[in-house]
């Protein structure tokens, strides 16, 4: 091997880096994803020594002036919504999410949008012709002149276009094609990876351009993805969703500029994706009428109410082993409720089959659908609807006490702006509630006292 050049070993799925192969990652637990790479050692110590002597400046913490990030629309309300109010200048974004998923198409789209407000952008793909860029353009809209298209791979290349262009936003598309000359593996190896998104970072914080990047994420983790990377951006946004579903969700799980609690909703359309500015009724479309096992709850995204149908369907069990499946919710949940109904309310549950399924393929972990999933199995097994003016929410402990949740106050003005009569909530919210009108609202101790709320 050449001298100043050694052999590490990284993890492809989360980056851990070892100087021996291991068959278990002890950073993310995963097996056989240690692969072998050649770096390269640079001595740079005399060169820093002399630059911080010479040239770099501490700063005293009084000495700094705090001044409000001047931020950009992308011309998508709900993308705006999950960046914290819009783009931030110099800020670098990583979209992550499964191929087919809709990022492209979602940043194509902020694209056009961009270029029609006469903004100075650069779309760089290394995955598609130019050919094939045009005709998804074409589905889309119409653009200005002031978006100009690259196909590039080339790190080098790139580097020098952007400096020439000086464009205001960068679109990477994608961040696993993209090689340096300095690196001696192939593109998309974890080296690669890392060397391409250091380098558009100092790109973004050097000329103050904000640079989106594309992640993919493979199911067998083979490809180094995104979270390979989440530690060096400042902003990682995720497509979720099935990508044969009309539905998408962007979240975001980390922000240096926002919360990471937003959502975004679109949904995927012939002309590409369309924002769903009421993700509360797109979910409610098409709740059946007068069927047993269905209710409507409230959860909380960041600070946005959705309300989504709750369903569930009790039936014995012609076999030894009862069947437990939970689509959108988590199962091991499921089975601490259906626990808690058995030994509280006296439902003989452990002989039967039961399915959870939250309409519509979204999915929430919130302790407030508790009591939801509860009331839906509670009318499953007793084989009678609820009325379809309810709706619930609420945590449910161990010992069938229903307990308070946060930004309650929200969540009934949204049932209310929807439409429904009666909200079945924790008692000890009900002193919150002062102001509200134009729906019942009825507390609830335990899960006794909720199950003779919904039965006739």
């Not at 809709?102 to 961009?114: A, D, E, F, I, P």
């Not at 793909?125 to 050919?131: A, I, N, T, V, Y």
Request: net charge neutral; proline share 2%.
């Amino acid at each position: 091997m050449a001298k100043g050049k050694t052999t590490v070993f990284f993890c492809q799925s989360c980056g851990y880096e070892s100087s021996k192969w291991m068959g278990q990652c002890p950073g993310c637990k995963e097996w056989n994803t240690f692969v072998e790479e050649i770096i390269d050692k640079k001595q740079g110590t005399k060169a820093a020594k002399q630059i911080v002597k010479e040239q770099i400046k501490v700063s005293r913490v009084s000495e700094i002036n705090i001044e409000e990030q001047s931020r950009m629309s992308t011309g998508f309300l709900e993308l705006d919504r999950v960046l914290g109010g819009g783009i931030v200048s110099g800020s670098l974004v990583l979209v992550g999410g499964d191929p087919g998923i809709g990022k492209s198409t979602l940043l194509l789209q902020v694209c056009q949008k961009l270029s029609v407000m006469q903004e100075k952008i650069l779309y760089i793909s290394g995955e598609e012709s130019l050919q094939q860029i045009k005709l998804r353009a074409g589905r889309i809209g119409d653009f200005s002149e002031s978006l100009a298209i690259l196909c590039e791979t080339s790190l080098d290349i790139i580097q020098e276009v952007i400096r020439q262009e000086k464009p205001k936003v960068v679109i990477i598309d994608s961040i696993q094609t993209m090689y340096s000359e300095n690196i001696s593996s192939a593109p998309g190896s974890v080296s690669q990876v890392r060397e391409s998104t250091s380098v558009l970072m100092q790109i973004a914080k050097g000329m103050g351009i904000s640079i989106f990047i594309v992640g993919h994420v493979t199911k067998e983790g083979v490809v180094a993805g995104p979270r390979v990377l989440e530690h060096m951006v400042d902003t990682v946004l995720y497509f979720e969703g099935d990508r044969y579903a009309a539905y998408r969700i962007l979240r975001g799980v980390k922000n240096r500029f926002g919360s990471t609690n937003e959502i975004g909703v679109f949904e995927m359309k012939d002309t590409g994706l369309q924002e769903v500015a009421n993700p509360s009724e797109y979910m409610l479309s098409g709740k059946p009428k007068g069927a047993s096992g269905s209710v409507v709850a409230c959860s909380m995204e960041g600070s946005r109410p959705i309300l989504l149908e709750i369903q569930a369907l009790v039936c014995r069990s012609n076999f030894g082993i009862p069947r437990r499946t939970a689509a959108g919710t988590d199962i091991n949940r499921v089975n601490l409720l259906m626990a808690v109904l058995e030994k509280r309310l006296h439902l003989s549950l452990s002989s039967c089959d039961a399915y959870i399924n939250i309409a519509g393929g979204i999915r929430m972990n919130e302790p407030a659908v508790d009591l939801g999933i509860v009331l839906a199995m509670i009318s499953s097994y007793k084989d009678q609807a609820i009325e379809e003016e309810v709706i619930c929410f609420g945590e449910v402990g161990l010992s069938g006490e229903v307990r308070a949740v946060s930004m309650a106050k929200q969540r009934v003005t949204e049932a209310k702006k929807m439409g429904f009569g009666t909200c079945i909530l924790p008692k000890v919210l009900l002193k919150e509630m002062d102001g509200i009108e134009g729906i019942r609202l009825c507390g609830v101790e335990n899960v006794q006292e909720a199950m003779r709320m919904i039965l006739k």
